[in-house]
């Protein structure tokens, strides 16, 4: 007859370093620009909607005396505005991607969701767009 021989292991949770968890989003900002593949599309503006949600690293607490302390929501919605101001893009996901260059421009930040909408380019729907979730590592190719 065959002794069994168990041994009994006990698992432990690993232990974060920190529960903190700061986002920071951008939800419905809506500009008017010349966006689109199809001639009518670059003809007239349209409604162009972004919603974005950015994981903050918990590096530094915010000092109320210095805006540079937190990630500036007003500072990305300045920068996705001029994006399309200072070029016309074809693509909804081009627009993402030079907007995930920009935005990671902030070392504090370790992960962006972008979601684009074109609110009017299909008639009977209320949007149309693209969603992109990449972490810094992905942005980097690391």
Do not use: C, W
């Amino acid at each position: 007859m065959k002794k069994n021989n168990f041994k009994i292991v006990e698992l432990k949770p690993i232990k974060e370093k920190s529960t903190i968890k700061r986002t920071v989003f951008i939800k419905d900002f809506i500009i008017k620009e010349i966006i689109g593949f199809y001639k009518h599309e670059k003809i007239k503006k349209q409604k162009i909607k972004f919603n974005v949600v950015l994981n903050v690293s918990q590096g530094s607490v915010p000092d109320e005396k210095n805006i540079k302390s937190i990630v500036d929501y007003e500072k990305i919605t300045n920068t996705l505005k001029n994006l399309t101001k200072s070029k016309k893009y074809n693509f909804l996901e081009s627009l993402a991607e030079d907007s995930f260059e920009k935005i990671f421009e902030d070392k504090r930040i370790y992960a962006v969701t972008i979601k684009i909408e074109k609110l009017e380019a299909i008639k009977n729907a209320k949007s149309v767009g693209v969603e992109v979730f990449k972490t810094r590592k992905d942005y980097e190719g690391s």
